[in-house]
């Protein structure tokens, strides 16, 4: 996805051949906006600042060759709303099925979760 970053000014898109199923899951208060890739990264950006500040945590799951797309993504989904999204924070996902033998997917979490009132909560390192 071609995504405007407004704070360098530019638009960035990374091509790959195979292209990976993306969505993104949000906890129930959080704002409309949120479910928006580059309104959610770009806020993120704008709300920490500092030239030091991580944005995001990142990790990758590897998705089992043994069950079917749907059930892998219903798999990868079920764990990431239970552990995180419920927790407040806002899940950005990829599935990538570049290769048949390495079904995998990536996900960026916020570093804030979202408040009961839509509002961004404090950074937590946990």
Do not use: C
């Not at 990790?59 to 990431?80: C, H, I």
């Not at 079904?103 to 946990?126: Q, Y």
């Amino acid at each position: 996805e071609k995504l405007f970053d407004q704070k360098e000014g530019r638009s960035y898109f990374y091509a790959r051949s195979v292209m990976p199923e993306s969505f993104i899951l949000t906890p129930k208060n959080a704002p409309e906006w949120a479910s928006d890739r580059e309104k959610l990264w770009n806020e993120v950006e704008r709300k920490d600042w500092r030239a030091n500040s991580r944005y995001a945590k990142e990790f990758n799951v590897a998705l089992p060759v043994e069950l079917s797309e749907d059930e892998q993504k219903e798999l990868l989904t079920r764990y990431v709303q239970e552990n995180f999204v419920d927790e407040g924070m806002v899940a950005d996902v990829a599935i990538h099925r570049d290769h048949p033998d390495n079904p995998h997917a990536h996900v960026m979490l916020t570093n804030r979760p979202f408040n009961p009132d839509g509002t961004w909560g404090l950074k937590s390192k946990r």
